[in-house]
């Protein structure tokens, strides 16, 4: 079933055609990876899903409900979970803090949350287990900038577990980190995907999406180029030569 639908998508920035005439969709249970080359509008496609922009044509369908014009707040209490390329953090709050925001409160309710005693706070265990999960080993409260490049990836993918979702769309969680770090995120990866997690991930490593992703959309000039299983698509020509320039 699909858990995500995007329907004839296209967005222009001052004239340039970012996202062309986009269709393709997210199975439930499933990993599926959005790959293409620079500029072939993966990113602008992780923001039309997530709320950031509004395309000029087309449907984005959620869980089968229509959430084309709804904002990112509206998608995020949806079920929606994102992580950024760049970890975007609250500098002089904890690890719990940070984690505590992820988990859903509205205003009324964080403020009580953080006056409270740390083992009176709700979701508290939430928050251990999912860390546990992850493997991210540090003081809950340890202020983030503490975090290594590294800790900060986990820390990610840890925040959009902790805030209730029915998909996780993740843009390059394995940018930049080290083999080790980057083995640890590949075992989640399955993991997550043995429990049930939906997820659309953004990623350049190749070696990486081939070893995650049981699906794979290939976007070039804002399109879809080409989809299907990571070894045939990989191999496939067109996709060599958009993505690689040779074939």
């Given at each position: 079933?699909a858990?995500?639908?995007?329907h ?11 996202v062309?005439n986009?269709?393709?969709?997210v ?6 990876a959005?790959?293409?080359?620079n500029?072939a ?7 039309l ?5 509004e395309p ?6 959620f ?13 995020s209490r949806?079920?929606?979970s994102r992580?950024?390329q760049?970890?975007?953090?609250f ?5 719990r803090?940070n984690?505590?925001?992820?988990a859903r409160?509205d205003d009324?309710?964080?403020?009580r ?7 009176e ?7 251990r ?5 992850v ?8 202020i983030v ?11 990610d993918l ?8 029915t998909l ?5 969680p394995?940018?930049g ?6 083995t ?10 043995g429990?049930?997690?939906?997820i ?11 070893s995650?992703?049981?699906h ?7 399109s879809?180029?080409?989809e ?6 990989l191999?496939?020509r067109r996709?060599?030569e958009a993505?690689?320039g040779?074939?």
């Amino acid at each position: 079933m699909a858990i995500l639908e995007l329907h004839h998508v296209s967005k222009s920035f001052g004239g340039v055609r970012a996202v062309d005439n986009c269709s393709f969709e997210v199975i439930a249970g499933k990993i599926t990876a959005l790959i293409g080359p620079n500029g072939a509008g993966k990113t602008t496609v992780f923001n039309l899903v997530s709320g950031f922009f509004e395309p000029d044509r087309g449907r984005i369908l959620f869980e089968g409900k229509d959430v084309t014009r709804l904002p990112a707040w509206r998608r995020s209490r949806a079920g929606l979970s994102r992580t950024f390329q760049l970890s975007r953090l609250f500098r002089n709050l904890s690890v719990r803090e940070n984690l505590m925001l992820a988990a859903r409160y509205d205003d009324d309710q964080f403020w009580r949350m953080v006056t409270r005693p740390p083992e009176e706070r709700g979701h508290e265990t939430r928050i251990r287990e999912t860390m546990r999960f992850v493997g991210l080993r540090k003081d809950l409260d340890a202020i983030v900038t503490d975090l290594s490049y590294g800790e900060q990836k986990l820390f990610d993918l840890t925040r959009a577990l902790v805030n209730p979702h029915t998909l996780l769309i993740l843009d390059e969680p394995v940018a930049g980190v080290n083999p080790v770090i980057r083995t640890q995120l590949r075992d989640l990866m399955r993991a997550m995907r043995g429990r049930g997690e939906t997820i659309l991930l953004i990623e350049h490593d190749m070696d990486f999406v081939r070893s995650v992703a049981d699906h794979v959309i290939v976007l070039d000039q804002g399109s879809v180029l080409a989809e299907g299983e990571p070894e045939k698509i990989l191999k496939d020509r067109r996709v060599l030569e958009a993505y690689l320039g040779t074939a």
